[in-house]
């Protein structure tokens, strides 16, 4: 019996080799769909759906959807769960790694895109932006200020302008993978995460792409909880900022965050 | 001042007594009752020794020496809880590193289970 194309195997994979991760958590309304529309825009390419213990059938629609699951045996938050599958990526050879939520927002379509900038560009990390290009129409008040907010932040860290620090929908390369597999930051990973890039003197790019309001579940990140993540991750960028300052005299530490 | 040091000598020594009798029955680890120890022990001889207090005092800038008393206090378990904060972080890393270690292994036991050779 001929092996199924889309599963993941653990021989050496081609140079362009592309393994797309799904963290979810209490997604099954949305995550059959999201599997199902990434076979549609990536055919042959291996999903695997990261279920951060889920109390719903999420990995049962998952595996029906055709993807494999990864399955965290507690609950570990979202950045715990990505780098679970930056570090099962890295470990099965692949090259790349592009990383969509689960909840349904992110646009499968736009994947090839964002694979061919990371193929082509050289760039670390490919970030699907909503504010280059794009529609934008999913943030709302509160998240658009933080938004703002973080863009002013992180402006004179990177040294570029990010548009959509907080995006979900990222590419990285090995280069990439290998920093984050050691290193992630466990609570709201995505803006961190490029002041760890930082670190390590990457560079990212974004580029434009779709974003769907969310239909089913609901974000982890409430009005009174967007002040504990901003104060959160000022803390991490900041601590992750100093840590870039002494990276000549003292290395960080991998897997502290 | 004698009142407050006598209740200091009895809770000092209460929590000494219950450290111990958690390590016995095995609630604490060895290593983690140090800390627990010497800040009881630490009191227990603060709280017999007024001369040293109305000593400090003073050089602390204090008025009163059951503030300076109160002050240790303070400083010993601010010590104890960021020592257990950084023991906290430590398991926590530990913990996250062994539910991804797990989860890949699962992966792998399941891609095996489906009929797919795993090196």
Same mark, same amino acid.
Request: aromatic residues 8%; contains cysteine; proline residues 6%.
């Given at each position: ?11 050496? /994979?081609? #140079?362009?080799?592309? @393994?797309?991760?799904?963290?979810? +958590?209490?997604?099954?309304?949305? $995550?059959? &769909? ?45 950045g715990?769960? /990505?780098? #679970?599958?930056?570090? @099962?990526?890295?470990?099965?050879? +692949?090259?790349?790694?592009?990383? $969509?939520? &689960? ?67 990222? &590419? ?12 992630f930051p466990l609570e709201?990973p995505?803006?961190e995460a ?42 991490g ?20 965050n | ?119």
């Amino acid at each position: 019996m001929p092996a199924n194309p889309r599963t993941i195997t653990p021989a050496p /994979v081609p #140079a362009d080799s592309l @393994l797309i991760i799904v963290p979810a +958590y209490n997604e099954e309304a949305a $995550v059959g &769909g999201v599997v199902r529309a990434i076979h549609a825009a990536m055919p042959g390419t291996p999903v695997v759906v990261i279920d951060d213990c889920s109390i719903d059938a999420t990995q049962a629609v998952a595996r029906e959807a055709g993807a494999q699951v990864l399955p965290v045996p507690h609950h570990l938050g979202l950045g715990g769960c /990505v780098q #679970a599958g930056y570090k @099962l990526a890295f470990e099965l050879g +692949y090259a790349y790694v592009i990383r $969509v939520d &689960g909840d349904g927002q992110h646009d499968a379509r736009d994947i090839p895109r964002v694979f061919e900038a990371l193929r082509t560009s050289g760039r670390e990390m490919v970030i699907g932006s909503r504010f280059v290009g794009g529609n934008g129409a999913s943030s709302g008040a509160v998240r658009g200020l933080g938004i703002r907010f973080f863009r002013m932040v992180l402006r004179p860290i990177l040294g570029q302008t990010v548009h959509d620090p907080t995006s979900g929908f990222v &590419g990285v390369n090995r280069n990439a993978l290998q920093v984050f597999s050691k290193s992630f930051p466990l609570e709201y990973p995505e803006i961190e995460a490029l002041v760890v890039l930082q670190r390590k003197r990457f560079r990212f790019l974004e580029i434009p792409c779709r974003m769907h309001p969310r239909t089913t579940g609901r974000s982890s990140i409430t009005a009174v909880r967007s002040i504990y993540y901003i104060v959160h991750v000022l803390l991490g960028v900041f601590v992750n900022v100093l840590k870039f300052d002494q990276r000549g005299r003292h290395p960080a530490k991998p897997g502290k965050n | 001042m004698d009142r407050l040091l006598n209740a200091l000598t009895v809770l000092s020594g209460l929590l000494l007594l219950f450290v111990l009798a958690s390590v016995r029955r095995a609630h604490i680890r060895v290593e983690y009752s140090v800390s627990w120890l010497l800040a009881a022990a630490a009191l227990l001889i603060l709280s017999r020794s007024r001369g040293l207090l109305e000593a400090a005092a003073p050089k602390l800038g204090l008025s009163d020496p059951p503030l300076a008393l109160l002050l240790v206090i303070g400083c010993v378990f601010v010590l104890m809880f960021y020592r257990f904060s950084v023991i906290i972080s430590k398991l926590r890393d530990d913990n996250i590193a062994l539910a991804q270690r797990l989860a890949i292994l699962e992966f792998h036991l399941q891609a095996l289970r489906d009929g797919q050779p795993h090196a």
